[in-house]
């Protein structure tokens, strides 16, 4: 598309040099209107020159910044850097001012693969210091600290805020009322730097020499092409390189001899928080949704601002009306006078909504700040950009399962008994095989059975990085997710880490991988002999298992060596238990968690081993909890588990910790048996509430703990109990602040002595208890056809039911 005819003579005096802050509005709008002004011949700007190519799609409807430009090495995708542009970014709309104006548009900077060789050459330089930091003592003082010419200025300027100077002496500059020159702030922009460059030289940028050299040489050719009618949008830091005057060969003899490596080069959808952090051009800043609110706003900048922080607010049900908005805009205002500002800017506007709008609060405050200052805006690049054949065929499938890459962090829930949901799982797990970790599994807040997943998404620009490493294992998802599992097994050293693997590839529905890796799996647990090794790989097996019916997954071979595994983890554990410092007692009681909940997983897939395997481990855990040579918190933990599946009476229960905390036994080691017993398990805590029985043990125990050994105690105790709900810790100390009461009785509320506690009675109340059974009936459904009266099968029913 052709517009006003430009001049037909160039402008004398050289090259247009347009310097600019790196996604400064302020400087978008005036590189906009010094280029309709001057009409240059072509435009050059700061990038690498390997994107020329990929230029015209920034003219594509479907290009939507923020965007960036990302090279990456060939032979090594995870070595890559990033260009990125967003809408209110100067090189962009230069980009689109030229693309509008048929108007030859090219990047001059350093390229691509010169600085990605320089970047490795340079980290492995830094790497060398490291290891050998003598060697290179005395050779050179620190490292020089990079100079913000922002802050600089700033500073010069009598202010201590870099973004707030830049405010009031670029950003406000468009409503001062006048039309002004829009060459001027050029010109005193590039007067400041080449005052800073006169002190501070390259400004701790060493490399800027080189791609500074670079740039001349382009500007040289361009000028000659274009007879000198050539326009520059770049940093201002460079402004006086451009301008400094130079041989060609001088040039040429710093770019003699530089490293290079073979690259691709794409354009990929970038966000607002990744400008928010020094990447790419190295000009990271705080407020991108403000800044890109500045340039998108033609008037009344603040009024805007609060509408759009009101509805915001209003959206999520707190109550602002339109008078708020009115007197926040005049406190703004306000403030900016006060502060001697010529427009309200963001701090002020900030103060403002936290006064008027939040109350005072900085925690909806916080909210403005993600959604609205910061922003969570994620770009859009055409289907005909660059991608790498992985990267195309994961596009496909996001479109297919309506899975939308998003900036912003959200949770989904899914069925896999739907076909969509159980495709998008399969897809998720694959990427996490991948190493692409686009999602994170997450605890649900419904059913926690087999048949539902949560997950946790947000989409990071490096992932696309992330995937271009990945092509080097297939074209698509599923045959690269394969060889990635397949090379994986292979590599595996550990057991434990070829179970998880077996459960990944299942979960992830990767049938061709699953023989290479239960072939290794056969391997590794035959070869093993580690009781603490086995005791890991299990519940990984046993979870797998869980999934063959759901993901319609043939688990036949996989149950046979969990089968396996599990009969050698009862013969080799006992041993294993005795003799064990306290680290290596703990990690064993973990170990000991995971194979009890493993066991239980295996005896509902393996149904025709189902009772053997659980009366052999309940044989094993009554043996670890009757042997005074197995580590206390082995022993406590046993006891623990035997308790909650019912194989261990109340009265037996009170007899081990009786024992366990006698006067003979080491006050560790009681502690750490309390530790096994009711610490870190789920109910530990309202074991004690309801059984006074086993709290007046610990509680006697305690109180005859001698002063000198107590100290050495209460870590123990303390990990134990803090761990407690609130509420459950109060109650505690409640039942033992009012003590045993007098009385008699063997029930629930019988203590130690034979008395009783207050509130209980020596018998359960029938007649009390018996109130409750229509409320429960009715929540169980007994009673939905029929008003008769309850039968001794209905009182079964409740009574397994509790």
Known sequence: MTGTPRPSTPRSGGPLLLGVRHHGPGSARAVGAALEAARPGAVLIEGPPEGDALLPLAADEQMRPPVALLAHAVDDPGRAAFWPLAGFSPEWIAIRWALAHDVPVRFIDLPAAHSLAMAEKEEREREAERRSPGERAGEAGPAPVPVDPIGVLAETAGYDDPERWWEDVVEHRAHDGGPGDPLAAFAALGEAMTALREVYGDGGHPRDAVREAYMRVQLRAARKEFDDDVAVVCGAWHVPALEARTTLAADRALLKGLPKVKTELTWVPWTHQRLARHSGYGAGIDSPGWYAHLFASPDRPVERWMTKVAGLLRDEDRFVSSAHVIEAVRLAGTLAAMRGRPLAGLSEATDAVRAVMCEGSDVPLALVRDRLIVGGTLGEVPDT??????????????????????????????????????????????????????????????????????????????????????????????????????????????????????????????????????????????????????????????????????????????????????????????????????????????????????????????????????????????????????????????????????????????????????????????????????????????????????????????????????????????????????????????????????????????????????????????????????????????????????????????????
């Open 385 to 802: 950009a660059p991608a790498v054949p992985l990267q195309r065929d994961l596009t496909r499938r996001q479109r297919t399962l309506r899975l939308k890459p998003e900036a912003s962090e959200r949770d989904i829930e899914l069925d896999l008994r739907k076909d969509t949901d159980a495709a998008r799982s399969r897809l998720l797990h694959r990427l996490r095989i991948l190493g692409v970790g686009w999602g994170e599994p997450t605890e649900g807040r419904g059913s926690t059975g087999t048949f539902r997943e949560s997950w946790r998404l947000r989409w990071e620009p490096e992932l696309y990085v992330r995937v271009a490493e990945a092509g080097i294992w297939g074209t698509t998802v599923l045959s690269a997710a394969t060889a990635r599992a397949e090379s994986d097994a292979l590599s595996a050293t550990a057991l434990a880490d070829v179970t998880a693997l077996a459960e990944r590839c299942l979960l992830a529905g990767l049938p061709d991988a699953l023989p290479v890796v239960m072939r290794m799996l056969a391997d590794r647990a035959a070869l093993d002999t580690d009781v603490g090794h086995l005791a890991d790989a299990l519940p990984s097996l046993a979870r797998a298992l869980r999934y063959g019916d759901v993901r319609s997954t043939d688990t036949a071979a996989l149950g046979e060596v969990a089968a396996g595994l599990a009969e050698r983890i009862c013969v080799g554990l006992p041993p294993a238990c005795t003799g064990l410092d306290d680290e290596g007692a703990g990690a064993l009681r973990r170990q000991v968690d995971g194979v009890h909940t493993a066991v239980g997983l295996l005896a509902g897939a393996v149904p025709a081993n189902a009772d053997g395997l659980r009366e052999r481990w309940r044989a094993v855990l009554r043996k670890l909890a009757a042997r005074d040579t197995v580590a206390g918190v082995i022993r406590g933990r046993a006891a623990r588990l035997l308790l909650d599946d019912g194989h261990l009476g109340q009265d037996d229960a009170a007899r081990l910790m009786g024992l366990a905390l006698s006067p003979g036994t080491p006050p560790a080691d009681a502690a750490a048996w309390i530790e096994g017993f009711v610490g870190g398990a789920a109910g530990g805590g309202m074991l004690l509430v309801h059984d006074e029985r086993l709290l007046a043990l610990v509680d006697a125990w305690l109180s005859g703990v001698a002063p000198d050994t107590f100290t050495d105690v209460l870590p123990l105790l303390r990990r134990t109990f803090s761990a407690y709900e609130p509420g459950v810790r109060r109650t505690l100390g409640e039942l033992v602040r009012r003590g045993p009461a007098a009385g008699g009785g063997t029930g629930a509320g019988a203590v130690p002595g034979g008395t009783t506690a207050p509130g209980f009675g020596p018998v359960l109340d029938g007649a009390r208890a018996d109130a409750v059974l229509p409320v429960l009936r009715l929540l169980l459904g007994l009673d939905v056809d029929r008003k008769a009266a309850p039968t001794e099968n209905d009182d079964q029913a409740l009574g397994a039911t509790g």
